[in-house]
């Protein structure tokens, strides 16, 4: 991870709104982060953390209405993304930053050959002819770990399996060689052993084509294994940003440290009693004037609920929004 | 839990023999029958009272239909299920109806196992309706114990489903099923459907409710991590077989079946400095389909310690340890290796396909 290159996706403020029947609901407020050249970038939050919701937007890929963009900057090689022509977005979506979503069954077309989906983007936006499409579809399976190629691309996404499907999904979100790759929830669909082979995977391809990677996910250990550097959402902001060995080794907002808590682990020591972050993720019905975790969090202070923390520097690259701050010593305790 | 006692003195309270549940494959307009999706085939464990036993496995492999069965949710194509010592494989619905309340389930998706348009109140007085005689104003006070005792707000009793998060729909599947004073509840996948931080005020609960009422649960996941810190014993399930069933320590400190290794390898660990130098276990291609298993062992077409007598003999499910058991090739010695291939020809034959 080059430290000190210039990012190649520049988010700044970005706020999204849903306008619903039970009124506003604020999803993301004022989220600002960066994406370095060949990193990976794990986002972790639980459901309705915002972290779906912050991607979507900055590429354009939510409904409008109910949702709406309110503000915010999107720099991506020089142009942003929330303020240009829709023409621009679309050669830049599915080209330059590509996807993979969550549920592969869903987000493959049932009545289209998997050749056939993974050739659109290669003549819409590489502009190659159906022959040398074909070609390069072929390659790209290869290179996600397909065998028989050739066959498998006149084949039905029903005909491959969860694993076998969202290889294809990231076949065709690497088609056209993308600088930015958006990976939302991967690997959540599928189980663990599947899960395995497509971290290798994509551990493998990282080393070959060198794009920077966006992994949102719920699952710390995923994180762990995966990411050079980690932002933690919670009530649709960042909580916490810090490299991967920094926030597992030294996490210092209460949310995380709470987060890591909870999760048992299959090696390691195992507790009589799961420790438990007791009530429910809030429902942002406006923008937020206060901290969102200080009702389920065991530092809240007076001035939790007056003021929403800013985030602020407590390490190299490591940065947190609250103002709890004790000693080393009570770091330990804790 | 660590300070529970050894399982030796405990009575069994469920056990299942030789369990067979194949759906089958019908085809063209007379729907005549071309072969069995073969779900669960061929099962056998016991559960003790007061003991939970993990059922872990991928997706499709049978876990959640044994889950099923064992409850005569569905009927099974063969085997016997006792249950408190009553055998419960082949009664009447009449009979197995007076059954019911001693055993329970909850279910996976709160949001699709609650009625919506019923209120919290009757949907866990329903079980009640059905099975007790109760006066209205009794009624209610067990709904209210109920409710209590799941950690749910006795206010909230006239609400719907829709008005309450996942984790307290899912504390509603659990009063439901509490309400008759069951004994042995299976829970499928209780925690699959919820947010990592909710899911351990579920598993908390459903341990604390363990230690009060004496319950006995067969919990089915495909957690590995959940199922250690809940289990008392675990058995693992590939393809319709259970591969190898262990008190959990065991099983998790040292894996012996090629696939348990496999998968307690494939489990990321919270922890990058683990992360980075631990070597896994990469399995090969993908499960093969339950209506065409493969000659032999199950897990022989992606067993990287595959041998030849995989491809061509069932192993048999024995026990190879005090309390552990195993369905492989590789703890077998010499003197059980004629017996392998009884049970095989058995089977085959049986099958008629």
């Not at chain 2, 099923?177 to 931080?197: G, M, R, T, W, Y």
Request: aromatic share 6%; with cysteine; charged share 25%.
């Amino acid at each position: 991870m080059p430290d000190g290159a210039a990012p190649v996706l520049d988010v700044k403020d970005l706020k999204t709104v849903f306008r619903t029947r039970g009124g506003e609901v604020h999803a993301v407020n004022s989220v600002s982060f960066d994406l370095r050249p060949g990193e990976l970038l794990g986002v972790v939050g639980e459901s309705g953390s915002g972290k779906s919701v912050t991607m979507m937007s900055l590429i354009g890929l939510l409904p409008t209405p109910p949702a709406d963009v309110r503000g915010g900057t999107v720099m991506f090689e020089g142009i942003d993304l929330l303020n240009c022509s829709e023409a621009e977005l679309r050669s830049v979506r599915g080209a330059r930053i590509g996807f993979i979503f969550q549920d592969p069954m869903t987000s493959l077309n049932p009545v289209f050959t998997v050749g056939f989906q993974l050739m659109e983007p290669l003549r819409k936006h590489m502009g190659l002819g159906k022959r040398d499409a074909r070609v390069r579809a072929r390659e790209l399976l290869e290179l996600v770990g397909i065998p028989d190629a050739e066959r498998r691309l006149d084949d039905y996404p029903h005909q491959f399996s969860g694993g076998m499907r969202q290889r294809v999904m990231i076949a065709i979100a690497l088609a056209c060689d993308p600088k930015v790759l958006i990976a939302d929830e991967p690997t959540t669909a599928l189980d663990v052993t599947i899960q395995a082979q497509i971290l290798e995977l994509v551990k493998d391809l990282r080393q070959k084509l060198g794009m920077a990677i966006v992994w949102i996910t719920h699952d710390l250990g995923v994180i762990a294994g995966i990411a050079d550097r980690v932002i933690v959402m919670y009530g649709g902001q960042i909580v916490e940003q810090a490299p991967v060995r920094e926030l597992f080794g030294n996490p210092r907002h209460p949310y995380t440290r709470a987060l890591l808590r909870t999760v048992p682990s299959v090696r390691g020591s195992r507790t009589a009693k799961l420790n438990v972050i007791e009530g429910q993720p809030p429902i942002q019905k406006a923008e937020p004037a206060a901290c969102a975790f200080r009702g389920r969090c065991a530092h809240a202070m007076p001035r939790c609920a007056q003021e929403n923390p800013q985030r602020r520097m407590v390490g190299p690259g490591h940065d947190i929004a609250c103002f709890w701050d004790p000693g080393m010593q009570e770091w330990q305790d804790d | 839990m660590l300070d529970r006692p050894a399982p030796a003195a405990r009575r069994k309270l469920v056990e299942v023999k030789g369990l067979k549940m194949y759906f089958p494959i019908t085809a063209g307009i007379l729907r005549r029958k071309v072969g069995d999706v073969k779900a669960v085939d061929d099962v056998s464990f016991d559960i003790y009272e007061g003991e939970t036993l993990g059922l872990v496995g991928e997706s499709g492999c049978g876990k959640s239909t044994c889950g099923r069965v064992i409850l005569r949710l569905y009927d099974p194509t063969a085997g016997s299920i006792r249950i408190d010592g009553t055998d419960i494989t082949e009664t009447d619905s009449e009979t197995l109806r007076k059954l019911r309340p001693a055993m329970q389930m909850v279910f996976q998706d709160p949001q699709a196992s609650l009625n919506p348009r019923m209120t919290v109140a009757a949907i866990i007085g329903e079980p009640l309706d059905e099975h007790s005689r109760l006066s209205k104003a009794e009624k209610l006070n067990r709904i209210y114990e109920l409710m209590d005792a799941v950690g749910l707000n006795r206010n909230f009793a006239n609400r719907y489903p829709h008005e309450f998060s996942g984790g307290q729909r899912q504390r509603i599947g659990i009063a439901r099923a509490l309400a008759l004073n069951p004994k042995f509840i299976v829970c499928d996948e209780p925690i699959a459907a919820l947010d990592v931080s909710i899911q351990a005020q579920v598993v908390n609960l459903l341990e604390d409710l363990q230690d009060r009422m004496n319950l006995t649960y067969l919990f089915i996941s495909h957690d590995l991590s959940m199922v250690r810190h809940i289990a008392d014993r675990v058995a693992v399930m590939y393809l319709g077989r259970i591969v190898e069933l262990a008190p959990r320590d065991a099983l998790y400190e040292r894996p012996m079946h090629p696939y348990t290794q496999a998968l307690l390898s494939a489990v990321p660990e919270p922890d990058p400095e683990i992360e980075t130098v631990r070597k896994r276990i990469i399995l090969t291609g993908d499960v093969p389909s339950p209506a065409n298993p493969p000659k032999g062992c199950n897990f022989c077409t992606r067993c990287p310690k595959v041998m030849d007598i995989c491809r061509a003999v069932k192993p048999p499910f024995r026990e190879v340890e005090p309390g552990r058991y195993t369905a492989c090739h590789l703890y077998e010695d010499t003197t059980t290796a004629g017996r392998t291939g009884a049970p095989e020809a058995f089977t085959s034959t049986q099958q008629g396909v």
